[in-house]
């Protein structure tokens, strides 16, 4: 019995090599640039393993098709098989140090493999060999981009401009960085609220600098109100600071000696970060008028795809008991956070939104009922470093002086921002 089952397994085993050895060609005997298109068509239809395999199949007997290899490699790339594939970009460029694909295939590569340090250090070598390259330089600057070196990547880009002023993929990285380098902004907010009822409009306008820190964004601003044929100014700083990744903050400050402004207002909020796009808040804020009115607020916002949704809340603490009020905002997104459409809809009355459409705003905690909808867009122009924002809203406000009785206000406003070094 045992010999038997021992007989079975040895030509099993016999069967299982020989069909192991017929199945295998040690070396490949076709056409080496018709099996070169096969592959590549294999991989730009999803079937990378089999165009891997023939690639690899043609390399056994021409190990020297150094496009074949250079494909190879890139495929390993596509895949994230990073170290694969430079290990076939440094077996060309070891036998051929002058191959360009060769160069530009592994300074791509350790972009994907989000080694930018080691990009950058291979993209001077490949320079040595071409210089002044276009494509070349042109992943330097994309690998002092990713460590952040914005103003020596734009020095990168301008080199390949002054050769070819009509590059455009440059071109378009040129706008990327100078939005980077660009870290000052001044801006200018033209509005105004016109009323159904005898209410003379309301302006309001401000002028606005900003810049980037280390800390965070922070903005000064001068503001200026006009109602009922009295001018007002109020100055105004706001900070978002940087706390932790994931962890940011908002705190606001302003003063005025005016009668239309509070005369001081502050306030702070907590932002963070948490999964599947979503991010939650929570802050408050303070108006001191002839009488002080706090008031808290919080948000709950999510990111989807090119779409931006989020709910924000107010509740204001009075002596007929507590108002609340709230906004729906969506955004939808077009090229980057700097385009896009937007609408809004609110309902009650916050201290925070209807600050300038009142007569009366140390009244605000009587809980006076309103209705609104905005309509906002926002856009740059082509070398991004100025942003543009419209407005368009109405209101249905309920009166203060005749409780149940409602005005329309209709509110427009105009932005410009412009970012420079």
């Not at 397994?9 to 099996?35: N, T």
């Not at 993929?169 to 000052?184: M, P």
């Not at 903050?249 to 979503?278: D, M, Q, R, V």
């Not at 906002?376 to 409780?403: A, C, D, K």
Request: proline share 4%; with cysteine; glycine share 6%.
């Amino acid at each position: 019995m045992i010999y038997k089952i021992i007989s079975k397994l040895s030509v099993i085993l016999i069967f299982l090599c020989a069909f192991q050895l017929l199945g295998q060609e040690k070396e490949f005997s076709g056409d080496p640039d018709g099996a070169f298109r096969t592959a590549r068509d294999l991989a730009t239809n999803n079937q990378r393993k089999q165009a891997q395999d023939t690639l690899i199949f043609i390399l056994t007997k021409y190990p020297d098709y150094h496009d074949v290899r250079i494909y190879l490699a890139t495929t390993y790339g596509w895949d994230g098989d990073n170290k694969k594939a430079k290990k076939e970009f440094e077996a060309v460029l070891e036998k051929d140090p002058k191959n360009k694909p060769a160069w530009q295939g592994i300074i791509q590569n350790e972009l994907w493999a989000n080694a930018p340090f080691i990009a950058l250090k291979m993209s001077d070598r490949a320079l040595e060999h071409f210089p002044k390259d276009a494509d070349i330089l042109f992943l330097k600057a994309k690998s002092q981009e990713q460590v952040e070196k914005n103003s020596d990547a734009l020095d990168t880009v301008n080199l390949i401009l002054q050769e070819n002023p009509k590059n455009q993929k440059a071109e378009d990285l040129r706008y990327i960085l100078l939005k980077k380098v660009s870290l000052n902004t001044i801006g200018l907010i033209v509005s105004a609220d016109f009323f159904s009822e005898v209410f003379e409009p309301i302006q309001y306008h401000s002028l606005k600098y900003g810049r980037q820190t280390k800390l965070g964004f922070v903005t000064a601003k001068l503001n200026f109100n006009r109602k009922l044929n009295t001018n007002g100014e109020q100055l105004e700083i706001e900070m978002y600071p940087k706390i932790i990744n994931g962890l940011y903050g908002y705190i606001n400050a302003g003063y005025s000696n005016s009668s239309l402004f509070p005369k001081t207002k502050y306030g702070a909020e907590l932002f963070k970060a948490l999964p599947h796009g979503l991010e939650a808040s929570l802050g408050f804020r303070t108006l001191n008028y002839a009488t002080t009115t706090n008031f808290y607020t919080a948000s709950v916002s999510w990111y989807t795809g090119n779409s931006y949704w989020s709910f924000r809340p107010y509740l204001t603490p009075g002596d007929l008991g507590t108002s609340f009020s709230g906004v729906l905002t969506y955004r939808k997104y077009r090229s980057d956070a700097d385009n896009y459409f937007s609408v809004s809809a609110g309902m009650g009355y916050s201290p925070e939104l209807n600050q300038f459409n009142s007569t009366a705003v140390d009244n605000v905690k009587i809980g006076l009922k309103s209705q609104k909808i905005n309509l906002g867009y926002n856009f740059t122009s082509r070398n991004q470093l100025n942003i543009y924002n419209t407005q368009f809203g109405i209101t249905h406000q309920e009166q203060l002086s005749s409780p149940g009785d409602y005005y329309w206000v209709y509110f427009v406003a105009f932005t410009w921002d412009v970012r420079f070094r």
